[in-house]
């Protein structure tokens, strides 16, 4: 016990987190409020299909769109408008830009590549 009354100013006045920002980004990706997004950006934003149904043009598919090269100028105002599928979401500057953070940093060797794919194609 005495040394838990030594410890306890120390965790009190940290000005640590308890949480990383890259933690705090794939709580919010994973979990925001209300419909995850993932659910329709997959795990690391790649995109996935969310429901295919039949119409009389065939089967059609509604997709949520790759994110991972987006930029957070684009998230941002993603995030604020209104869509015809997506959801409107109330999350602050901060949260959005650590959603950003988070997935830049899980995509890092894929925009790396994305990036160098396109700059041997620019430079043919």
């Known amino acids: 016990m005495r040394y838990l009354s030594l410890l306890l100013p120390i ?3 940290s000005e640590e987190s308890f949480i990383s920002h890259y ?14 997004c993932a659910e329709c950006h997959g795990k ?17 598919a509604i997709k949520g769109i790759d994110i991972r090269t987006k930029t957070l100028a684009e998230m941002l105002k ?14 602050t500057d901060e949260e959005v830009k650590a959603i950003y953070d988070y997935l830049k940093t899980k995509n890092k060797h894929y925009i790396e590549s ?6 041997n194609k620019v430079e043919m």
């Not at 690391?44 to 059609?60: C, F, L, N, P, R």
């Not at 993603?78 to 999350?91: E, G, I, Q």
């Open 114 to 119: 994305n990036e160098d794919n396109h700059t």
């Open 44 to 60: 690391s934003g790649e995109g996935k299909v969310i429901v295919t149904y039949q119409d009389i043009h065939g089967k059609e």
């Open 78 to 91: 993603s995030v604020r408008t209104y869509h015809k599928v997506m959801p409107r979401y109330y999350l």
């Open 11 to 13: 965790l009190l006045f």
């Open 23 to 36: 933690e705090y980004g794939e709580m919010l990706y994973n979990n925001p409020r209300g419909v995850s």
